[in-house]
Nanobody
Framework: QVQLVESGGGLVQPGGSLRLSCAASGNIFGINVMGWYRQAPGKERELVAT???????NYADSVKGRFTISIDNAKNTVYLQMNTLKPEDTAVYFC???????????WGQGTQVIVSS
């Protein structure tokens, strides 16, 4: 079992920046794809960005050029650097781990991001 704990959310003005962190603990062995997803009120959860074990990244079109996903393997932590934030980025952001071989997934509890003046 893997535990994922997100942090770093908060209230920020449009144009501002935040960095989200997702710390993983437990049985994290395997071939993992780590990702950030978000869910705005009244909307379905959507993919924001993913990063795999060799460092390849994937981004939603809406965040390309503004968000950067990265991983610190020594700390078992995934980050999401969010720059030039817009009101439409307001959502609860979730961290997800997908283990490829076992086809299993784990989710964090989410962290709220509010972009508002």
């Amino acid at each position: 079992q893997v535990q994922l704990v997100e942090s770093g959310g908060g209230l920020v003005q449009p144009g501002g920046s935040l960095r989200l962190s997702c710390a993983a603990s437990g049985n994290i062995f395997g071939i993992n794809v780590m990702g950030w997803y978000r869910q705005a009120p009244g909307k379905e959860r959507e993919l924001v960005a993913t990063i795999n074990t060799v460092g390849s990244t994937n981004y939603a079109d809406s965040v390309k050029g503004r968000f950067t996903i990265s991983i610190d393997n020594a700390k078992n932590t995934v980050y999401l650097q969010m720059n030039t934030l817009k009101p439409e980025d307001t959502a609860v952001y979730f961290c997800r781990r997908y283990e490829v071989l076992g086809r299993s997934e784990d989710w964090g509890q989410g962290t709220q991001v509010i972009v508002s003046s």
